[in-house]
């Protein structure tokens, strides 16, 4: 009863929100350049399905190329730090400077060092500044965060500080690197699309792309059924992340 | 022959002296608990036993060598993600045993607490004394010369309390390792110890010593045995006047 009401309630509100827009278009006289009625969208959405489709697919690779770079170089830096003080002291600040320049500043200076034959180089790229930030502090926060009683024990047993990391601090941090992996494929996502906004017309054909071409020929409802594609893609990769988070925490408590 | 000793020791932290001067002296297969108020230091004591913690002044004896002590913390203190055998072998994996050997010693030392057939369960799915009973297996895989309890059952019931002080008294038959542990609770150090030492804070001294009479393991109704029930109240009242000085 509650699980139906879970899906009813925002699938109605919904419906009722189309239905009133639908109306107001018609009864308005709204111009479609301007706004475009849901069923135009639908439509739009109808035609250019394969094309958006296909965009869809080279942003969310983008996206993806992304995370898995920022994670590699997130965990690895957050291994060092926990390896060396001093490391740790030279790291942290730099890695404070990434998560707070704006992604789209930094994007007309890869671009050109990626080339101009490469954009898809510059947009992973970029979208590894953005997804980096939140791996890197969830992985540091991971590590420090052992059971202080398990350390004392690793030092009882004479552990070295290897073995401290690999098997009581890194399997420590994985609730929190599962954490980190999930917002940072969200922002990965960001990333690329507004990497592609950098980019402009040179850039990959994405999402963003199909937005600012319509956009540029007031073709408004295959704008929006562009960003209802981007946000779907976006709900199902939280989805897809939610579900690999409780998976993972499933198996790491054992239960 | 002394396992471990506390030589004129003291311990100051930044808000002052936390312990001593204080001198304690544990001898071979000799079981010792140490009772008092919280803040009294005897957590400190148990870790400067353990050369977790070093003092600020007096020394510290020791003659186990690395893996030959063994700490029990008041929390089961397991890897929620390892198995109760990888728990209990972790001590034989950080000092490089070969792992089948590991693991052969770790069913021994879990099937020695009673866990056998819970080999694979993870911490997780197990009560708070069969999680207390890995950790006890964890301290005893390496036969440990020097086993150190800080407040090992103050987090269980009173049943499991009890089972588990009598499992502790049986497995201490076995091998004779000395065993020092930090409780409150008076009954359960005059039960397990050989000698209570009573402690008072501000700072932390030993404010009395009073060896138990009677047998180890303790035989069945030794709760009401009249030397035991004696040797109660004294460490009650050793404890009291502790507290109010």
């Known amino acids: 009863m509650r699980r139906l009401a879970d899906i009813a309630a925002p699938l109605a509100l919904t419906l009722l929100l189309l239905a009133g827009w639908e109306i107001a278009c018609r009864a308005l006289a709204v111009p479609v350049y301007f706004l475009p009625p849901p069923s135009a969208v639908a439509v739009a959405l109808a035609q250019n399905l ?42 942290r600040p730099l890695a404070s400077v990434v998560q707070v320049t704006p992604v789209v500043a930094l994007a007309p200076l890869v671009l050109i060092w990626a080339g101009l034959d490469h954009p898809e ?36 047993y004479g552990a070295s500080r290897w073995q401290r990391v690999a098997r009581l601090r890194l399997p420590s941090a994985i609730p929190f690197l599962l954490e980190g992996h999930k917002v940072g494929a969200g922002l990965s996502l960001i990333g690329a699309v507004v ?31 562009a960003l209802v594609v981007l946000g779907a893609m976006g709900v199902a990769l939280n989805a897809v992340l939610e579900a690999a988070q409780r998976a993972g925490l499933r198996w790491w408590r054992g239960r | ?38 803040g009294c230091g005897k957590s400190t004591a148990l870790r400067l036993l353990a050369a977790l913690e070093a003092p600020t002044r007096g020394e ?21 993600w390892l198995s109760a055998r990888a728990n209990a072998a972790l001590p034989l994996e950080l000092a490089g045993v070969p792992a089948a050997d590991a693991r052969r010693r ?12 819970a080999e694979t369960a993870r911490p997780a799915q197990l009560s708070g004394g069969m999680a207390m009973r890995v ?15 800080d407040e090992p059952f103050a987090a269980l019931d009173e049943i499991t309390r009890r089972a588990l002080a009598d499992d502790v008294l049986t497995l201490w038959a076995a091998t004779k390792p000395a065993i020092v542990f930090v409780t409150h609770n008076v009954e359960e150090a005059v039960y397990m110890a050989g000698r209570v030492v009573v402690m008072s804070r501000g700072p932390g001294r030993i404010a009395g010593v009073f060896p138990v009479e009677g047998p180890l393991p303790r035989p069945p109704g030794f709760r009401t045995d009249a030397r035991f029930r004696r040797t109660v109240e004294e460490v009650s009242a050793a404890l009291a006047e502790g507290i109010a000085a």
């Open chain 1, 50 to 91: 394969p094309v958006l489709g296909d965009a869809a697919w080279r942003t969310l690779s983008v996206a993806l190329i992304a995370l898995v770079v920022a994670s590699l170089i997130a965990q690895a830096l957050a291994i060092l730090t926990a390896l060396s003080p001093l490391l740790d002291r030279a790291i």
């Open chain 1, 121 to 156: 180089r510059a947009l992973v790229a970029l979208a590894v500044v953005v997804a980096f930030f939140p791996i890197f502090s969830g992985a540091t926060a991971g590590l420090r965060a052992a059971d202080p009683d398990l350390e004392r024990l690793f030092e009882l």
């Open chain 1, 195 to 225: 990497a592609e906004f950098g980019a402009g017309s040179g850039g990959v054909r994405g999402l963003a792309w199909q937005i600012l071409d319509a956009g540029n020929k007031l073709q408004t409802a295959r704008m929006i059924a």
């Open chain 2, 1 to 38: 022959m002394t396992v471990a000793a506390l030589r004129h020791v003291e311990v100051d932290y930044a808000r002052g002296r936390a312990l001593g001067p204080v001198d304690l002296s544990v001898g071979a297969g000799e079981i010792v608990a140490l009772v008092g108020p919280s």
């Open chain 2, 60 to 80: 510290v004896v020791r003659t186990p060598g690395r893996g030959e002590t063994a700490v029990v913390f008041q929390a089961p203190t397991l890897a929620p």
């Open chain 2, 106 to 117: 770790a069913d021994q030392a879990l099937a020695r607490v009673g866990l056998a057939g």
């Open chain 2, 135 to 149: 950790s006890l297996a964890r301290a005893l895989v390496t036969n440990p010369k020097l086993l150190l309890l």
